[in-house]
């Protein structure tokens, strides 16, 4: 007897060929899965392929003579526990929102009671359409749950958000909302690792919101006032907990590095705006890490056009106070979330660190001497020390994708005791 049925939708999109690798992992980890393409998923890939896998008729078009059951939408719809669409066009997203029933998935979702998990992908530009945001926001509404697209190059070449999420993240949500201690065999749940051990998947069940790179806080439509920051280090630490099996969201300012593929990214240039994408994503987050160099101050009036030089020998530029983004997250966190920062100083950094982790209520601080060889900004390796209610852990020179390790195993440490 299997554990859960599956009801897997399948539509028109490039990304139609991953649903195959969803199927299989779903059979994996001993679910019975059953099989609803739209007429256009049929152009890139063929219900045979999931016939021959899954052992049923795929039905794609209801009023097909062959098709086996002449009240499909009704029954496949009430014999399932959750209805999975991978990956969902913006074009079946807009249906399921407004109520159309015009072929057979999207009357399935109309006839469901099952709870409803979709992983949308498609084109940054169909992503970020209003249209599009305010299907999802209202499905959302309607209770049904996202499995979000992440960044990275595009079928049609670009790069941006609009990518399918991996495969495996997105079974691993499909199963989570089924039952939380569901997990695919073969991935370990942290409680049975100890921190170090970062090939396996430790983090399973942590979202990371994580801030990286320096910000630009406007002077006129040309000039900024910005730092060194290239966001080497916030990276890092992205992609080393999502490869141990977290969900991760970076906020990302002004950065000369790439972000690792296959991560959400929000960007958010200035302060202001990087302290907005924040707070609207904190809600989700279980581990916060402020790696971001923000800057304190910015322009207290930005000209609206390019100031000119001429008969101009001194200027004076008057700053105020930028929004506090760590101070913030700390004050509005909530039971067990995690608040991390990075201190990068000249001089007694390890005193100014833990000023800096009192006076934000941080749960960890790593503190950087950027005046060392080998650490600091833009640079691909780092020297710092770590400092939470748990003690101080020096690390040594060592690469930054390392220390992003090292860094995540005193989380872990933290969230243990
Ligand atoms: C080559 C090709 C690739 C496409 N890729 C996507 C995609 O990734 N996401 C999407 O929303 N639409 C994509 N479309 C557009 C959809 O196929 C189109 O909106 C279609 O009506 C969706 O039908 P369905 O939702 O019933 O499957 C693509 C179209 C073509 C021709």
Redesign the pocket.
């Known amino acids: 007897m299997s554990k859960y049925r599956i009801g897997l939708g399948?539509?028109?999109?490039?990304?139609a060929y991953k649903a195959i690798e969803v199927m299989r992992l779903l059979q994996k980890a001993g679910c019975d899965v059953s099989v609803a393409?739209?007429?256009?998923?049929t152009?890139?890939i063929q219900p045979l392929t999931f016939r021959a896998l899954t052992d049923k008729y795929v039905i794609v078009d209801d009023y097909d003579p062959e098709n086996p059951d002449p009240i499909a939408h009704v029954n496949f719809s009430q014999e399932i526990d959750l209805l999975l669409v991978v990956?969902?066009?913006?074009?079946?997203?807009a249906?399921f929102a407004n109520g159309i029933a015009d072929?057979f998935?999207?009357s399935t979702y109309l006839a469901s009671t099952a709870p409803v998990l979709i992983a949308?992908?498609?084109?940054t530009t169909?992503w970020e359409q209003p249209a599009t945001q305010r299907n999802i926001e209202q499905l959302k509404t309607d209770g049904v749950r996202f499995v979000e697209p992440v960044a990275g190059e595009?079928?049609c070449k670009t790069v941006g958000t609009?990518k399918l999420e991996d495969v495996e993240n997105i079974v691993r949500q499909a199963l989570a909302m089924l039952d939380s201690t569901f997990q695919i065999p073969g991935s370990e749940t942290r409680e049975n690792l100890e921190p170090g051990t970062w090939n396996n998947k430790d983090l399973i069940g942590e979202h990371f919101l994580i801030t990286v790179g320096g910000t630009r806080e406007a002077i006129d439509p040309v000039r900024f006032i910005s730092n060194h920051s290239s966001g080497k280090m916030g990276f890092a630490v992205a992609e080393a907990a999502r490869k141990r099996g977290a969900e991760v969201t970076i906020v990302r300012g002004s950065t000369t590095a790439n972000p690792p593929e296959g991560i959400r990214v929000i960007d958010a240039v200035s302060a202001r705006a990087m302290f907005d994408a924040v707070m609207a994503e904190l809600g989700k987050a279980t581990v916060f890490v402020g790696a971001a160099a923000v800057a304190d101050y910015a322009p207290a009036h930005a000209a609206s056009t390019k100031i000119k030089k001429d008969g101009i020998e001194t200027m004076t530029l008057e700053l105020k106070k930028t929004p506090d983004i760590l101070s913030e997250v700390s004050k509005r966190r909530k039971d067990g979330q995690l608040v991390i920062g990075f201190a990068a100083e000249t001089n007694d950094v390890v005193t100014y660190a833990k000023i800096k982790m009192g006076k934000k209520g941080l749960d960890l601080v790593v503190a950087n001497d950027i005046t060392k060889q080998g650490a600091g900004f833009n640079t691909d390796t780092n020297i710092a020390t770590v400092i939470s209610r748990l003690g101080e852990t020096e690390l040594p020179l060592m690469s930054k994708r390392e220390m992003a390790d090292k860094i995540l195993d005193e989380v872990l440490k933290l969230r243990k005791k």
């Open positions: 399948v539509t028109g999109g490039i990304a393409m739209t007429r256009h998923a152009e890139f990956p969902a066009t913006a074009n079946i997203i249906k072929d998935l999207s949308p992908a498609m084109n169909m595009l079928a609009g």
